[in-house]
Nanobody, 120 residues
């Protein structure tokens, strides 16, 4: 599975962005998908995950209620809708395919990352 993340950019605090992650390969629908982020000087951290069917979703406490993960298996795409963005959300965001988990090690495939910058 190859993953291509897009949709990052510069936004003011309180604004919204939608990230997309397009996957190649016919096995996309068999993988759970996750979004992670990494800020400068910090470790990669879990943001959200969704089961292969889309029936179950999981969020980090820091984004719960503001971010929504979804997927469209017909389009081989997973999304991260982000609202009420804060400066502390600034990071490179990565999509990943693998086992439903909050741990990066449980994911087998990673996209290249897309930068989200939230100005105060």
């Amino acid at each position: 599975v190859q993953l291509q993340a897009s949709g990052g950019g510069l936004v003011q605090a309180g604004g919204s962005l939608r990230l997309s992650c397009a996957a190649s390969g016919r096995t996309f629908s068999s993988y759970a998908m996750g979004w992670f982020r990494q800020a400068p000087g910090k470790e990669r951290e879990f943001v959200a995950a969704i089961s292969w069917s889309g029936g179950s979703t999981y969020y980090a406490d820091s984004v719960k209620g503001r971010f929504t993960i979804s997927r469209d298996n017909a389009k081989n795409t997973v999304y991260l809708q982000m609202h009420s963005l804060k400066p502390e959300d600034t990071a490179v965001y990565y999509c990943a395919a693998g086992h439903r988990s909050r741990r990066p090690i449980e994911y087998d495939y990673w996209g290249q990352g897309t930068l989200v910058t939230v100005s105060s």
